[in-house]
């Protein structure tokens, strides 16, 4: 997506780690209108697919998930995170481990706003070891609901997460994709 790649080559930093930093525009500050179309973006992608939720994990999934769910008109989910101590039966639960910040938490999404005829789309800000989209699987294959697949903001092609799902048979589709963080200059995949 043009624009977005735009944003990211005008604000984003590269710190060290491999860690891209778009606090202009998508972690912190959010960028409502770039937002929405990203939100348009993804509903085009996924138009043909009787998405019913839309799902992500907070916080920083939220902002694109919603413009998502605004396009397709479907209620968004937001899994909660947790110390990975609690439980509650009316939960469904998975354990995500982050590698950049060496912690697992417990993610969470009550099934109350789960209904079994559910065909859930997962949007996440980035994608890098693939945790968080995985951990979402989890809950999908517990709750018994289709998944049409995951709508990514900015994808680190160069780290294992999407390979891995799409190895798995997960449609993924990245808006921007990251082919390198060296040097600290940022280097996206071609088209
Ligand atoms: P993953 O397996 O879910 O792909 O991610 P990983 O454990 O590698 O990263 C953990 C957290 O760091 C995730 O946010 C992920 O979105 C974020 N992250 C990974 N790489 C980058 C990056 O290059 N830039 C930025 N800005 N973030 C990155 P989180 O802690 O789960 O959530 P949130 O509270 O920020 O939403
Ligand atoms: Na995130
Ligand atoms: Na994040």
């Given amino acids: 997506m043009r624009e977005l790649q735009e944003k990211i080559e005008q604000y984003g930093t590269v710190l060290p780690g491999n860690v891209l930093k778009v606090d202009a525009f998508l972690n912190h500050q959010v960028d409502p209108e770039l937002m929405l179309k990203v939100g348009q973006e993804f509903a085009k992608l996924f138009a043909d697919e009787g998405i019913t939720k839309v799902w992500t994990v907070e916080s920083s999934g939220i902002a694109p998930a919603v413009m998502t769910g605004l396009e397709l008109k479907v209620p968004v989910i937001f899994a909660r995170k947790h110390k990975s101590l609690t439980l509650n039966q009316n939960m469904y639960t998975a354990d995500v481990y982050s590698y950049t910040k060496k912690t697992t938490n417990r993610i969470s999404i009550s099934k109350k706003y789960v209904d079994a005829n559910d065909k859930i789309l997962m949007i996440d800000d980035f994608l890098a070891n693939g945790q968080a989209v995985e951990g979402m699987l989890e809950i999908a294959d517990q709750a018994g609901v289709d998944v049409a697949g995951a709508g ?37 995949m071609e088209d």
């Fill in 152 to 188: 990514i903001v900015i994808e680190k092609s160069f780290q294992p997460g999407a390979q891995e799902l799409k190895d798995r048979g997960i449609r993924v589709e990245s808006l921007a994709r990251i082919k390198s963080l060296a040097d600290g200059k940022v280097t996206f």
